[in-house]
């Protein structure tokens, strides 16, 4: 039996697999997991990955260390929602370990007599001998924005270049609140580092208006990434029935859920008859059927040089990682490079160059290199 982290031979993980550029070799990391969410590296040997359930997990060289991390903030497990992503202070590196802010994005369980009720909520903290210290709450909702629904959480946390954080909350199955700027559910978010207000936000000065709000009209955005030489942030975001998106995300703007969309209900009955309506942006990308898009990431790195700038999006029920090349806000090409071995939960660059996926079923990390 192999130990917690040793590379693993799962049937259903080939070996290596053949794309237009390079031959992958694929190692299968991080025995023990459940249900990992996210992934992020804090230096080419050591990363931190969210489980679902609640608790935040240290990998060094490859291998899953056997204990937790302690005190991580309460996290209520339910439906599609729990400690989600991780991310990792743009200057962590200039602070050093112990001093440095981790940041978590997470379903926070509301307080007594809302019982089932939750929401998502950031928080940021340091890591000390193995224990969460030093919690701060950056950003999370009023009581009566709190909801039992059990979908579309959203989250993902990302910096731009000058380390504001970004994040999303789904609209957790209330369609019409997409668009109601008063509440924060089907959005994506942007505030500083401490939890303040960045004062050129969109909506900062209207009366009513969320204050961290920065885009609205998104259903359920389950991957953010900043473009290494733009600075651009592209999010990628569930559809339903079909019409799963991809869109470079502005200051401001309407995404249009649910007045448009390309997808339908579940049962096959239409939400809308418009794909598009004025003031409403259209993606960049779209997919019927829908593959379930998740996590992603821009590559930059040396070993893939011919990937440099591209993007990679990890799919569910797809089961797959699709190469998205995007020229001046466009998509221009697709390659599905991997297929059919787990649901793609999250897709990450190392320091040094690798590609991490985390999977769900089986609940796995894997590493990609060029063979």
Avoid at 11 to 21: A, F, H, L
Avoid at 183 to 205: E, L, W
Avoid at 294 to 320: E, P, T, V
Wanted: glycine residues 12%.
């Amino acid at each position: 039996m192999a130990f917690a982290g040793e590379s693993l031979a799962l049937q259903n993980v080939p070996e290596e697999i053949k794309t237009r550029d390079y031959t992958l070799k694929l190692e299968v990391l991080g025995q023990g997991l459940s249900v990992p969410w996210g992934i992020t590296f804090i230096d080419a040997r050591h990363a931190l990955i969210t489980e679902k359930r609640g608790t935040l997990r240290m990998m060094i060289d490859g291998k899953l260390m056997p204990d937790a991390v302690e005190g991580t903030p309460e996290v209520r497990d339910m439906g599609q929602g729990g400690l989600m992503d991780v991310a990792i202070d743009p200057d962590y590196s200039k602070a050093g370990g112990a001093d440095a802010w981790v940041y978590l994005g997470f379903n926070k369980p509301a307080a007594q007599g809302n019982r089932g009720h939750s929401l998502t909520s950031i928080v940021r903290g340091k890591i000390r001998d193995g224990k969460w210290t030093d919690n701060q709450v950056l950003w999370e909702g009023k009581a009566e924005h709190y909801t039992g629904s059990g979908v579309h959480f959203g989250t993902r946390i990302v910096f731009d270049r000058e380390g504001k954080l970004f994040f999303a909350i789904g609209d957790r199955g209330n369609q019409s609140q997409s668009q109601d700027k008063t509440r924060p559910n089907g959005k994506m978010h942007r505030i500083n580092r401490d939890g303040s207000i960045p004062s050129d936000n969109p909506f900062v000065n209207e009366p009513g208006a969320q204050t961290s709000l920065f885009t609205l009209g998104n259903r359920n955005i389950q991957g953010i990434s900043m473009h290494p030489e733009t600075g651009q942030i592209w999010s990628c975001e569930h559809g339903p029935r079909g019409g799963d998106e991809l869109n470079l995300m502005a200051s401001g703007k309407n995404y249009g859920w649910p007045v448009i969309t390309y997808g339908i209900n579940y049962n096959g009955t239409p939400i809308t008859d418009k794909t598009e309506a004025p003031g409403m942006e259209q993606p960049a990308t779209y997919w019927v059927p829908s593959i379930a898009v998740c996590g992603m990431d821009f590559y930059s790195g040396d070993r893939f040089a011919k990937w440099n700038n591209h993007l990679f999006i990890g799919a569910l029920a797809g089961r797959q990682v699709r190469r998205v090349v995007i020229e001046d806000g466009k998509v221009i090409e697709q390659e599905k490079i991997l297929a059919d071995f787990g649901k793609v939960r999250d897709v990450q660059t190392s320091p040094d160059g690798f590609i991490y996926l985390v999977l769900n079923q089986p609940d796995v990390i894997v590493r990609v290199s060029p063979k």
